[in-house]
């Protein structure tokens, strides 16, 4: 199995490339997010990096629900979607101590995941963020739009796309 790795690394003429000192890690729970997640955590303990994983579940609002359903459930959906999260974190957190390495992990909640893990990366100071993509195209890809795409596009820091 071949695997695609697309780095965008934007750098100020002159300056040395530096190492990442601290990795954020954007997961959504898939299998694929998993495998993006051993990638940037192998990476990470080759280059001697702290981790941050973070996963976005969507808001209530997010979601589309029509107005009769809005309100009735936003507090059973709050505390699966927490409970998904968790989920989705604990298995990074398993995957790091099996390779004998520790992460951070953070949980938000936001309508636009993108934004969200670019706010992470700043908050935490990150240098570098790893994620998977899909590889979504055509009018799927239109349709749905590109998280990855759009996290490449904005971000300040490099940003690695982990593709099959």
Sequence with gaps: ???????SIHRRSGADLEMPKHILIAIDGSDFALEAARY????????????TAVTVVPTWEAIGLSEIARGHFADE????????GDACLAC?????????????TMQ???DHPDRAI?????????????MGSHGRRGV???????VAQ?????????VLVYRR
Aim: proline residues 1%.
């Design 92 to 104: 990074v957190s398993e995957i790091a101590s099996s390779t004998g390495f520790s992460c951070d």
């Design 40 to 51: 940037g955590l192998e990476l990470a303990a080759s280059l001697n990096s702290r981790v």
């Design 77 to 84: 959906y709050a505390a699966r979607a927490k409970a998904y």
């Design 118 to 130: 670019l706010a992470a990366a700043a908050d935490r100071g990150c240098d570098l963020v790893v």
């Design 140 to 146: 799927e890809g239109v349709v749905l739009g590109s």
């Design 150 to 158: 759009k996290v490449l596009t904005y971000s300040k820091v490099p």
């Design 108 to 110: 938000t909640s936001s």
């Design 1 to 7: 199995m071949v695997h695609l790795v697309s780095m």
